[in-house]
């Protein structure tokens, strides 16, 4: 489950309306969707002041200590956290074993509104990726086979 992931561009525009529904149903400040490589897939709302590289990467660590925690207790993983700030809360859901949600809230919103919208997010975002998991098997090898290394040189200007 840790092999790159292609997003094609059909499926990345309905995870984007995904992020974009929930970011406004849940009166969110953002939302996040992150690999468990830490690679961030997508996002929707305020993030001009935020370091989404780092946020990205950060609830991936975040994602797998709190993994090893589970396991302690017997547990798969913890599917679902909460982080309750001063100002800010954050809401992290996985998502099919593969990707997590993260959505970050004020006191515009409320903890229940945001694990409502957010149950409902994750379903469509399963399907999105069950559907991207399995063009991913159909093209096999085949994504990249049509680049030549003439591409490549052209690319990086080698040619």
């Known amino acids: 489950m840790n092999s790159p992931m292609v ?14 529904t929930l970011h406004r149903d849940a009166s969110a400040k953002a939302v996040f969707l992150v690999d ?10 305020d993030t001009a002041d935020l370091d989404t590289t780092s946020l990205a990467s950060l609830t991936a660590g975040n994602i797998a200590a709190t993994g090893g925690l ?9 599917a679902i956290q909460f982080h309750e700030g001063e100002k800010d809360n954050i809401h992290i859901s996985l998502v099919g074993q593969r990707v997590i949600l993260v959505v970050i809230f004020d006191e515009r919103s409320s903890l229940g509104l945001v694990r409502l919208r ?7 975002l399963a399907g999105l990726f069950e559907v ?24 990086f200007g080698d040619g």
Do not use: M, W
């Open 7 to 20: 997003l094609y561009e059909a499926e990345f525009k309905q995870i984007t309306t995904v992020c974009d």
């Open 36 to 45: 468990k490589n830490g690679q961030l897939l997508a996002n929707s709302g």
């Open 70 to 78: 589970a396991q302690l207790l017997g547990e798969k993983e913890f």
């Open 118 to 124: 957010v149950r409902k997010a994750c379903l469509d």
């Open 132 to 155: 991207i998991h399995q063009k991913a098997s159909e093209q096999g090898s085949t994504v990249f086979s049509e680049i030549t290394d003439d591409d490549i040189d052209n690319l």
